[in-house]
Antibody, heavy 125, light 106 residues
């Protein structure tokens, strides 16, 4: 079945970096963009970025530009999110989510239809 | 940036009640709006896409309506398994989630 399996929980010190993986199965990895979304404790969902697995093209939320890097390895159907210069504010559950994009002439339908189970990243000294 | 607001921030209702959540965008987003359900410890789940289309496999008690800046999400007969936080999300210009509405059983 279609699923996204993420890497396990991580603990980092302030100033460090973290790299989270998201392995896709059950569909053609290069056929769908991948989003990354996070949820800090007690907070709502926050979109971070997407990557086009076919081309490697990316688009980042303004808040994360310069600090987040999205990459992928098509040979193993895996997307990666690396966040650097971590602070305690980056403590959150990080989710990958498949982008289902369909366009008919000028009208597009765009949704996050399959989600990973989340990866807890804790930043603490 | 497009900002999304939701109301109420939380609600408590009885099993079988009709529950309504509203979502407002800071500018016209036509029907570029989705609704998600998020239960603690689970992955979020897409319920409604393009403001009013029910995702495959989602029970018909869930529905959505609206266009432009004002949208509504309804659970027609609340069930115990519907306890969750519900988020609207716009995709007209990048992606923004609303702050969420926590739904509880009275």
């Amino acid at each position: 079945q279609v699923q996204l399996v993420q890497s396990g929980a991580e603990v980092r010190k302030p100033g460090a970096s973290v790299k989270v993986s998201c392995k896709a199965s059950g569909y053609t990895f290069t056929g769908y963009y991948m989003h990354w979304v996070r949820q800090a404790p007690g907070q709502g969902l926050e979109w971070m970025a997407w990557i086009n697995p076919e081309s490697g093209g990316t688009n980042y939320a303004q808040k994360f530009r310069g600090r987040v890097t999205m990459t992928r390895d098509t040979s193993i159907s895996t997307a990666y999110m690396e966040l650097s210069s971590l602070t305690s504010d980056d403590t959150a559950v990080y989710y990958c989510a498949r982008r289902r994009l369909y366009c008919d002439t000028a009208i597009c339908s765009d949704a996050f239809d399959i989600w990973g189970h989340g990866t807890m990243v804790t930043v603490s000294s | 940036d497009i900002q999304m607001t939701q109301s109420p921030s939380s609600l408590s209702a009885s099993v079988g009640d009709t529950v309504t959540i509203t979502c407002q965008a800071s500018q016209d987003i036509t029907n570029s709006l989705n609704w998600y359900q998020h239960k603690p410890g689970e992955a979020p789940k897409l319920l409604i896409y393009d403001a009013s289309n029910l995702e495959t496999g989602v029970p018909s008690r869930f529905s959505g309506s609206g266009s432009g800046t004002d949208f509504t999400f309804t659970i027609s007969s609340l069930q115990p398994e519907d306890i969750a936080t519900y988020y609207c999300q716009q995709y007209d210009n990048l992606f923004t989630f609303g702050p969420g509405t926590k739904v509880d059983i009275k």
